[in-house]
Nanobody
Framework: QVQLVESGGGLVQAGGSLRLSCAASGSIFRINNMAWYRQAPGKQRELVASISSAGSTNYADSVKGRFTISRDNTKNTVYLQMNSLNAEDTAVYYC????????????????WGQGTQVTVSS
């Protein structure tokens, strides 16, 4: 079994910052791509940022220059530093990781965290 546990969400004023964390645990052989998605009320889930196992990053245009994704492979953890937050960033943020487990080293599966609420007040 693999679990992704997110933390760091909350209520912040516009212009403020938050740092999200997502730790993967369980029978992990290798973690490939890790990413953050978000879903605002009434909208589809969208990719915010992703990072490869080698550290290559990709960002949605709406967060470029404000958000930074990083990972600590020794802790199986991905982070999302969010600066200059605005009301449009209000959403539930989900961690996603593509993981190979020890039980099936030839298979890569996607796992999701439970989500963490980020609310930006204007």
């Amino acid at each position: 079994q693999v679990q992704l546990v997110e933390s760091g969400g909350g209520l912040v004023q516009a212009g403020g910052s938050l740092r999200l964390s997502c730790a993967a645990s369980g029978s992990i052989f290798r973690i490939n791509n890790m990413a953050w998605y978000r879903q605002a009320p009434g909208k589809q889930r969208e990719l915010v940022a992703s990072i490869s196992s080698a550290g290559s990053t990709n960002y949605a245009d709406s967060v470029k220059g404000r958000f930074t994704i990083s990972r600590d492979n020794t802790k199986n953890t991905v982070y999302l530093q969010m600066n200059s937050l605005n009301a449009e960033d209000t959403a539930v943020y989900y961690c996603n990781a593509r993981i190979t487990t020890a039980q099936a080293i030839n298979v890569i599966m996607g796992y999701w965290g439970q989500g963490t609420q980020v609310t930006v007040s204007s």
